[in-house]
T-cell receptor
Framework: DTAVSQTPKYLVTQMGNDKSIKCEQNLGHDTMYWYKQDSKKFLKIMFS???????INETVPNRFSPKSPDKAHLNLHINSLELGDSAVYFCASSRRVLGGGNTIYFGEGSWLTVV | ELKVEQNPLFLSMQEGKNYTIYCNYSTTSDRLYWYRQDPGKSLESLFVLLSNGAVKQEGRLMASLDTKARLSTLHITAAVHDLSATYFCAVGDSGGGADGLTFGKGTHLIIQP
């Protein structure tokens, strides 16, 4: 069983469209994340979320919004897609541990191409 | 703002050789991670280092942490082709993890037979 699963794995869409990427984790973790990996393989945190707080990287455009229906899911909605949004989006999860040391598990990634 | 710098960014080496990847970070942190990524794949957790002087080993890979120098190293011993991948170090904040990790740019490692 995949611990952190994302769908779709590949998504090709036109500029201006709205799309969503779904993420589910079956690890019982309380914190989930979205990361973006650009064409140069640089990884950057977009959001982190647990059942109490959403922390947003201030560089993320407000066209991106995370939605969490429950602790096991954190979906990513993207409005008015732009060419520069083309990237690989990774969902991840962890269990918050006092003093740190939590391993963060990553999903398989969703390859988004905007044309 | 936390910054994480890895070097080298590209490394081509022969099988059987030893080499070290360096990871420097700019502010105090209580967690340092090493991840491996194969082309087109997800990130695989290799090591989590929590304290000054921590050393962890798995097979031909050994990671260490010097929190005073804000430096971690990933040492590869007697490299084999299967270790070819991109290696990332990442640093967490001191608050328990809610705001994720800051990643280095990755070291693209090619090991030639």
């Amino acid at each position: 069983d995949t611990a952190v699963s994302q769908t779709p794995k590949y998504l090709v869409t036109q500029m201006g469209n709205d799309k969503s990427i779904k993420c589910e984790q079956n690890l019982g973790h309380d914190t989930m994340y979205w990361y973006k990996q650009d064409s140069k393989k640089f990884l950057k945190i977009m959001f982190s979320y647990n059942n109490k707080e959403l922390i947003i990287n201030e560089t993320v455009p407000n066209r991106f919004s995370p939605k969490s229906p429950d602790k096991a899911h954190l979906n990513l909605h993207i409005n008015s897609l732009e060419l520069g949004d083309s990237a690989v989006y990774f969902c991840a999860s962890s269990r918050r541990v006092l003093g740190g040391g939590n391993t963060i598990y990553f999903g398989e990634g969703s390859w988004l191409t905007v044309v | 703002e936390l910054k994480v710098e890895q070097n080298p960014l590209f490394l081509s080496m022969q099988e059987g050789k030893n080499y070290t990847i360096y990871c420097n970070y700019s502010t105090t942190s209580d967690r340092l991670y090493w991840y491996r990524q194969d082309p087109g794949k997800s990130l695989e957790s290799l090591f989590v280092l929590l304290s000054n002087g921590a050393v962890k080993q798995e097979g031909r890979l050994m990671a260490s942490l010097d929190t005073k120098a804000r430096l971690s190293t990933l040492h590869i011993t007697a490299a084999v082709h299967d270790l070819s991948a991109t290696y990332f170090c990442a640093v967490g904040d001191s608050g328990g993890g809610a705001d994720g990790l800051t990643f280095g740019k990755g070291t693209h490692l090619i090991i030639q037979p």
